[in-house]
């Protein structure tokens, strides 16, 4: 069984403070690991993915997140947070091609 | 090119009807998901094809439940005998094959669909 654990449904930062989204996962398998965004009214985005390539992964709008097995985490961090980043934020695990998604973190952003 | 699209994308039906929501993929993907998600929830996976062929529906709820992909492309979800908790953002995501293994893979990017808002009343 895969399963996500994204801790805390808010996180608040002001506008070029540091962005810390948790992700803490469960897998029988090696996982796969993603990041998807969401925007108000808009589908799901990939934000980066982990396919054991290598444990820090980059992706879209500066974002990047660390695969940590020892600690079954893959945080998503961006150095400096911009108003545009306010979104939902979706962790997913995927072992046997469907996702299994975290119950998401909303990231609000103030100036 | 065109992205993943889903018709209609609001749906208010009344409980008992039948409904179906049809996912278009991007050309050329051969994987097919559906999801459902509740507000303030993420995306929960209903069923998967590769190719037309329907490779798991585990997390179908019941069988009021149904999918289908006949020729590979357009699938369409159905929901028979509707209930006031079949009300969710139903989302469909495609995914090409992989470049490496030539084959459909949990690693490749799922591509999300914008999503049918579907109200039973």
């Known amino acids: 069984a895969q399963s996500v654990t994204q801790l805390g449904s808010h996180v608040s930062v002001s506008e070029g403070a540091l962005v810390l989204l948790r992700c803490n996962y469960s897998?029988?398998?090696?996982?796969?690991l993603f990041w998807y965004v969401q925007y108000p009214n808009q589908g799901l985005q990939l934000l980066l993915k982990y396919t054991s390539a290598a444990t820090l992964v980059k992706g879209i709008n500066g974002f990047e997140a660390e695969f940590k097995k020892s600690e079954t985490s893959f945080h998503l961090t961006k150095p400096s947070a911009h108003m545009s980043d306010a979104a939902e934020y979706f962790c997913?695990?995927?072992?046997?091609?469907?996702?299994?998604f975290g119950t998401g973190t909303r990231l609000l952003v103030s100036p | 090119g065109a992205g993943v699209s889903q018709s209609p994308r609001y749906k208010v039906t009344k409980r008992g009807q039948d409904v179906a929501l049809r996912c278009d993929p991007i050309s050329g993907h051969v994987s097919l998901y559906w999801y459902r998600q509740a507000l303030g929830q993420g995306p929960e996976f209903l069923t998967y094809f590769n190719y037309e062929a329907q490779q798991d529906k585990s997390g179908l709820p019941n069988d009021r439940f149904s999918a289908e992909r006949p020729e590979g492309s357009i699938s369409t979800l159905t929901i028979q005998r509707t209930e006031q908790r079949d009300s969710a953002m139903y989302r469909c995501?495609?995914?090409?094959?992989?470049?490496?293994?030539?084959?459909?893979?949990?690693?490749?990017?799922?591509?999300f669909g914008p999503g049918t808002r579907l109200t039973v009343l």
């Open positions: 997913a695990v995927s072992g046997f091609q469907k996702l299994v």
């Open positions: 897998s029988s398998v090696p996982p796969y």
């Open positions: 995501a495609s995914s090409p094959i992989s470049q490496n293994s030539g084959r459909p893979g949990p690693y490749n990017e799922q591509f």
